[in-house]
C-alpha cells in the first residue's frame, strides 16, 4: 500500500457567542481537514488557528509538505516523522513546522487503524477503555459570576465530575470571590481546575496560587507565558496546588526541559503543538519514566485514544470546539469518557455537517 495523495480543507468555525480568555477574545477557530487517501482507505485529522489568523500559511505548509508521504508506506508512521523532522529542519522544530508535521502525523495514525480494523488506543498499547473528562466548553472570563454558577451547575447536572474555570490577570479579588462561587455552587467532591491561560507573572502567580489553595484545586493551569519554564518551576515549588502546564510546548524536547526543571506536576501535550500522536506517545512515556501524568489540550476526539494508550494518563479536556463536525459523538459515563472501540480515532468527517459548517461560517 502507497499514500494516493493528500487533501486538505479549509472551514470557518463560529461559536455560538464569542468566547473571553486571558488570550483575548476568540471570534471564529480557521480548521482544516486533512485527508490521507490510499488504497481506498481514509486517514482524518484537523488542525486549526485561532482567529482564522495565518490559516492560509498552515494550509499551504501542510500541502507542501504531502511530498514527504505520497508514494510512501503509510504504515512507516516513525519513517515519516523522521523525514519530516529533517525537512523541517531549516524553517525550525516550533510552530508551523511541527503543526504539519502533527497534521499529516495524526492522519496517517487514523489510516493505519482503519486498515487494521483495530481502534488506535489498541494499536498505540492499550492502556484503559475510558479515561477522566472534565468539561473545559464554558466558564469563560467574559460570564458574569452568576453565569459562571448557571454554567458550573449545568455541567453538573449533565455528569461531568470535573470542570475547568479561567483566571484574569486582573484584580486577584475578582478571581477570588468568582472561583469561591464555583466552588460554592458544585461542591467540594466536583473537581475543579483553573487556568490563567499564561496571563500572570511569577509574583502574582504565587500569591493567588496561595490564596486559592483552600479551593482544593485539582490544578492551576498555564499561570505564566509558556516560554519561562524556568519561572514556572519556582511557581510549583512555592505551591501546594498542582501546576498544569504543557499545551504550548514543543515535541519531547520541549517536554523534556520541563521535566528536568519540575516546571509542572501534570503534563498537558497539544495533539497540533507537540508533534502528532507519535510524539505524544513518546512524551507520555517520557513522563511515565518520571511518573508524571499527563492531560491532553483540545481535540477530545482525537486525544482520547492517545490517552486511552497511556497508563498515566490523568484528564481528557472535553473542549467541544469541532465536534460538530464528525459523524459520531463521545461517550460519557460515571465521569469517565469512554474510548470508541471503533477502527482509528474512531471519529469520522460528516460531509453534510460539515457543508452546513461552511454555510455558516462564509
Not at 123 to 132: E, H, N, T, W
Not at 270 to 275: I, S
Request: glycine share 10%; net charge negative; hydrophobic share 45%.
Amino acid at each position: 500500500m502507497k499514500v494516493d495523495r493528500v487533501e486538505t480543507r479549509p472551514i470557518i468555525l463560529r461559536p455560538e457567542r464569542p468566547i473571553g480568555s486571558a488570550l483575548g477574545q476568540l471570534h471564529t477557530f480557521g480548521c482544516i481537514l486533512v485527508t490521507v487517501r490510499a488504497d481506498g482507505l481514509a486517514g482524518e485529522n484537523i488542525v486549526f488557528t485561532l482567529n482564522d489568523r495565518r490559516t492560509k500559511v498552515l494550509r499551504a505548509l501542510i500541502d507542501e509538505m504531502a511530498d514527504l508521504v505520497v508514494g510512501e508506506d503509510p504504515g512507516h508512521i516513525a519513517g515519516f516523522w523522521s523525514r519530516a523532522w529533517r525537512d523541517v529542519n531549516f524553517m525550525g522544530h516550533k510552530g508551523m513546522p511541527v503543526m504539519g508535521i502533527s497534521a499529516l502525523d495524526g492522519a496517517l495514525w487514523d489510516l493505519a487503524g482503519k486498515r487494521a480494523g483495530l481502534p488506535l488506543y489498541r494499536m498505540l498499547g492499550g492502556a484503559s477503555a475510558r479515561v477522566p473528562a472534565y468539561q473545559s466548553g464554558g466558564l469563560w472570563l467574559d460570564r458574569s459570576t452568576d453565569e459562571l454558577v448557571a454554567e458550573a451547575e449545568s455541567f453538573k447536572a449533565a455528569g461531568f465530575t470535573a470542570m475547568k474555570m479561567r483566571l484574569s490577570a486582573g484584580d486577584p479579588d475578582w478571581n477570588i470571590a468568582r472561583v469561591r462561587a464555583v466552588r460554592e455552587a458544585i461542591g467540594p467532591k466536583i473537581r475543579l481546575m483553573a487556568d490563567a491561560n499564561q496571563g500572570l507573572t511569577e509574583n502574582d502567580a504565587i500569591r493567588l496560587g496561595r490564596r486559592l489553595e483552600e479551593f482544593d484545586l485539582t490544578w492551576f493551569e498555564e499561570p505564566l507565558p509558556a516560554w519561562d519554564v524556568e519561572g514556572l518551576a519556582r511557581v510549583a515549588a512555592a505551591l501546594d496546588t498542582p501546576i498544569a502546564s504543557g499545551e504550548t510546548d514543543y515535541t519531547r524536547y520541549g517536554f523534556r526541559r520541563m521535566i528536568e526543571l519540575r516546571s509542572a506536576d501534570i503534563l498537558m501535550p497539544d495533539l497540533q503543538r507537540v508533534g502528532g500522536v507519535t510524539e505524544f506517545m513518546r512524551v507520555g512515556h517520557l513522563a511515565e519514566a518520571h511518573d508524571v501524568p499527563v492531560s491532553s489540550h483540545l481535540f477530545p476526539e482525537q486525544s482520547l485514544s492517545v490517552l486511552g494508550a497511556l497508563a498515566n494518563a490523568h484528564s481528557l479536556e472535553v473542549m467541544p470546539w469541532f465536534s460538530e463536525l464528525y459523524r459520531e459523538r463521545l461517550d460519557f459515563a460515571d465521569g469517565y469518557a469512554i474510548v470508541p472501540e471503533r477502527p482509528g480515532f474512531g471519529f469520522t468527517f460528516d460531509v453534510d455537517r460539515i457543508r452546513h459548517a461552511e454555510r455558516q461560517g462564509a
